[in-house]
């Protein structure tokens, strides 16, 4: 399940700790208890396969200290990850548009019942 965003979690997270902490073959504690936590988040997403971009989803499972540290490795990592990874970055970035176009046409068509 949501294998794709598991890989790119993680490498975003070690882009970010290697950058900012230093750390070279394994994670520091705090950035493995983040990756270990939005792995665990991404496992237990009520919405499964058919998840959307944690921005755009209605249900937010982080809590809010998680989620505003997620935010900002995704800010520090993302652009990264097009030098460093760019065929995991943008086949995420193809995914995430695809899977919130699929997302928000959902919800519109559940409006409109």
């Not at 490498?11 to 230093?22: E, F, P, Q």
């Not at 991404?42 to 499964?48: A, I, K, Y």
């Amino acid at each position: 399940m949501n294998e794709g965003e598991r890989k790119v979690v993680s490498k975003m997270i070690a882009i970010y700790c290697r950058s900012k902490h230093g750390s070279v073959k394994e994670l520091c504690s705090s950035c493995a208890l983040l990756r270990q936590y939005a792995l665990q988040r991404l496992e237990r997403c009520p919405f499964g396969e058919e998840k959307p971009a944690c921005a755009a989803c209605t249900v937010h499972c982080y809590k809010s200290d998680m989620r505003m540290k997620i935010k900002e490795v995704m800010r520090f990592a993302g652009p990264r990850m097009l030098f460093l990874y760019p065929v995991d970055a943008i086949r995420h970035l193809y995914r995430e548009h695809r899977r919130n176009r699929n997302y928000t046409a959902k919800i519109k068509t559940n409006q409109d019942r």
